[in-house]
């Protein structure tokens, strides 16, 4: 069973940059697809971000394309979330889990998150 930790949040200024990281234990890591999500106060969790096993595919949804990037580093054991041109509304708690698609693996069990808060 993978196990993921997810850190690098902070507060920053609209326009700013963070880098978020998903760190996992266990050596089948590298076999899974990874995806962020975050979820706003009051609104459901939504998919953010997703990057195949091998690193060759990734996608994102239509809200951070062209701001975010994602990217895993195999030796370790890591995937990132750079994220420029930050804007308030990106504001919310950010997940990363196994995923299928652009949803979360069956039985995935979600972490604390890292909490990204994006001021005017």
């Known amino acids: 069973q993978v196990q993921l930790v997810e850190s690098g949040g902070g507060l920053v200024q609209a326009g700013g940059s963070l880098r978020l990281s998903c760190a996992a234990s266990?050596?089948?890591?590298?076999?899974?697809?990874i995806g962020w999500f975050r979820q706003a106060p009051g609104k459901e969790r939504e998919f953010v971000a997703a990057i195949s096993w091998s690193g060759n595919i990734t996608d994102y949804a239509d809200s951070v394309k062209g701001r975010f990037t994602i990217n895993r580093d195999s030796a370790k054991n890591t995937v990132y979330l750079q994220m420029n041109s930050l804007k308030p509304e990106d504001t919310a708690v950010y997940y990363c889990?196994?995923?299928?698609?652009?949803?979360?693996?069956?039985?995935?069990?979600w972490g604390l998150g890292t909490q990204v808060t994006v001021s005017a």
């Open positions: 266990g050596r089948t890591f590298s076999m899974y697809a």
């Open positions: 889990a196994r995923t299928l698609g652009r949803r979360a693996a069956t039985g995935v069990n």
